[in-house]
T-cell receptor, first 112, second 112 residues
Framework: DGGITQSPKYLFRKEGQNVTLSCEQN?????MYWYRQDPGQGLRLIYY???????QKGDIAEGYSVSREKKESFPLTVTSAQKNPTAFYLC???????????FGDGTRLSIL | GESVGLHLPTLSVQEGDNSIINCAYS??????FIWYKQESGKGPQFIID?????DKRQGQRVTVLLNKTVKHLSLQIAATQPGDSAVYFC???????????FGSGTRLLVRP
């Protein structure tokens, strides 16, 4: 089945540690996105990528980094510079500009 | 500024009744609108979308209405079922960009 796979489902970060969240899609979509969701709130865009080897900052990119070396993969690194990383992180992809974004089932990141 | 909001944070309906979830947006340049359903601990699931050149679109048991004059979007669910209980988000896209702006969501509770 085609879809978006995020791993791990739960992740714990120690102070001063960088952690990387995985996002893989087999939908052959060009565009991929990372969102952050805090309790009782909507989604906020962290980074997005329209094509391989290209990505742009979203609204809350500080403290995060991404790479897009392969079409199917868009990993997100939460760096130690992100002082409030506890949240639900969602990855999405879309086939094109005016097409729906389809989401994975998220990674919940907590601080130890 | 650009914002997407919802009139009611929680909507409780009787099983079998119709549900109407409302959404207001502020940017007249928005050209694409989308509704998502999110169940607890999962990623948002695409329900239906509509472009700004339309004022109504129907899917299976769902209808989206767009009123550009008052910048209002609604999602109608016919014969609401217990499985429809979830948080519903609207989002809009401005100026043919890749960025979706999400509202904070409405929780739909279906009473048996």
């Amino acid at each position: 089945d085609g879809g978006i796979t995020q791993s791990p489902k739960y992740l714990f970060r120690k102070e001063g540690q960088n952690v990387t969240l995985s996002c893989e899609q087999n939908l052959n979509h060009d565009a991929m996105y990372w969102y952050r969701q805090d309790p009782g709130q909507g989604l906020r865009l962290i980074y997005y990528s329209q094509i391989v080897n290209d990505f742009q900052k979203g609204d809350i990119a500080e403290g995060y980094s991404v790479s897009r070396e392969k079409k199917e993969s868009f990993p997100l690194t939460v760096t130690s510079a992100q002082k409030n990383p506890t949240a639900f992180y969602l990855c999405a992809s879309s086939i094109g500009l005016l097409q729906p974004q389809h989401f994975g089932d998220g990674t919940r990141l907590s601080i130890l | 500024g650009e914002s997407v909001g919802l009139h009611l944070p929680t909507l409780s309906v009787q099983e079998g009744d119709n549900s109407i979830i409302n959404c207001a947006y502020s940017n007249s340049a928005s050209d694409y609108f989308i509704w998502y359903k999110q169940e607890s601990g999962k990623g948002p699931q695409f329900i239906i979308d509509i472009r700004s050149n339309m004022d109504k679109r129907q899917g299976q048991r769902v209808t989206v209405l767009l009123n550009k004059t008052v910048k209002h979007l609604s999602l109608q669910i016919a014969a609401t079922q217990p499985g429809d209980s979830a948080v519903y988000f609207c989002a809009d896209r401005m100026d043919s960009s890749y960025k979706l702006i999400f509202g904070s969501g409405t929780r739909l509770l279906v009473r048996p």
